[in-house]
């Protein structure tokens, strides 16, 4: 599927997850919001373009979850008086870019409440980040700066790939050389660059953790057509997740998830080497990193397709069939 056809569903999903929160909780009676701003008027617009069969699946998708989110949140419903309004808004981008992954959030101003969900469509991706030859990542993701070592070794990829943009080829074009002189070396580079940082620093497993899946606490909403389900995961961070609003309790509460120490193994995964990294840590953590050009123009930066393989056997899940 096309990038922009993903970026539209994908928004479409979370405009669904909003409006049929709004709509249920307005139905039996409760004080409730849209946010009406630019952001949720991209996505219901994108929603809107979208064909009868596709609505059906995503309000369906978002139906899905509703039971189970009122009986782990109760500040979703749980108001002491009309004025006790529930605003439920929709995050622009720009605030996954800040270490927030929140693509739908519910706010209570008076008790102070929040939480929020991060919507995937027929996608679990955690990350998209890119690689260049000004990217940071060691200090845009973990706080330590790359090594003189690092830029040295990328340079030849990026000085290879600007000539041949200069020429104006694709990236197709480049056939077998875009694994060996493009992908390859560049993962190595990342590799070995992200071993350094590790050895070299502490807490480096948490802080890559916290970068990846963001600093607030929130549930994972992904809607998987290829199975007929929907998946909630609950990433409660710091004991954030299922309060007491206006003395209604959860009936169920989320384990608080811990954070890996220590990489147990980071290297080429195998049936995919030319393309994707493995790392394992501990406490059941375990990560992809495929790397992939994004665009058929070639362009100075790859990106990342970044997921999360595995998580702490702990994190509540649960899969909801449509």
């Not at 009122?70 to 929709?90: A, N, R, T």
């Not at 998830?257 to 953590?285: H, Q, S």
Request: a neutral charge; hydrophobic letters at 35%.
């Amino acid at each position: 599927m096309p990038q922009g056809e993903q970026v539209k569903n994908g928004k479409a999903f979370e405009y669904s997850l909003a409006y049929q929160y709004y709509s249920y909780l307005k139905s039996i009676g409760k004080s409730v919001k849209l946010i009406e701003d630019p952001v949720m008027a991209t996505a219901r617009g994108f929603y809107n373009e979208m064909d009868d069969t596709k609505k059906k699946g995503f309000d369906l998708a978002a139906k899905n979850t509703i039971d189970t989110m009122l009986k782990i949140e109760p500040g979703l419903y749980s108001q002491k008086s009309k004025d006790d309004v529930l605003s439920i808004m929709l995050q622009g981008d720009e605030e996954g870019k800040d270490g927030d992954v929140r693509d739908v959030v519910f706010r209570r101003i008076n008790p102070s409440w929040e939480i929020g969900f991060s919507a995937k469509n027929n996608n679990d991706a955690v990350k998209h980040s890119r690689l260049s030859h000004i990217i940071d990542f060691g200090k845009d993701w973990v706080g330590c700066p790359c090594s003189e070592d690092y830029w040295n070794e990328i340079r030849p990829v990026f000085e290879y790939l600007k000539e041949k943009k200069k020429r104006g080829l694709n990236f197709d074009s480049l056939g077998d050389d875009k694994i060996s002189l493009v992908y390859k070396p560049l993962l190595s580079a990342f590799r070995k660059e992200m071993m350094r940082i590790y050895e070299e620093n502490e807490g480096i497993p948490e802080k890559l953790i916290k970068y990846l899946i963001g600093k607030y606490a929130f549930y994972k909403i992904i809607k998987d057509d290829s199975h007929n389900l929907v998946i909630v995961k609950a990433f409660n961070i710091d004991n954030e997740l299922n309060k007491t609003v206006n003395r209604e309790k959860s009936k169920y509460k989320t384990a608080k998830i811990n954070f890996p120490t220590r990489i147990v193994e980071f290297a080429p995964m195998k049936g995919r080497e030319d393309t994707t990294l493995d790392m394992i840590l501990d406490g059941g953590w375990e990560i992809s990193f495929r790397i992939h050009n994004a665009d058929k123009n070639i362009v100075l930066s790859l990106k990342f397709d970044i997921q999360l393989l595995g998580n702490p056997p702990v994190l509540f899940t649960q899969h909801l069939f449509r």
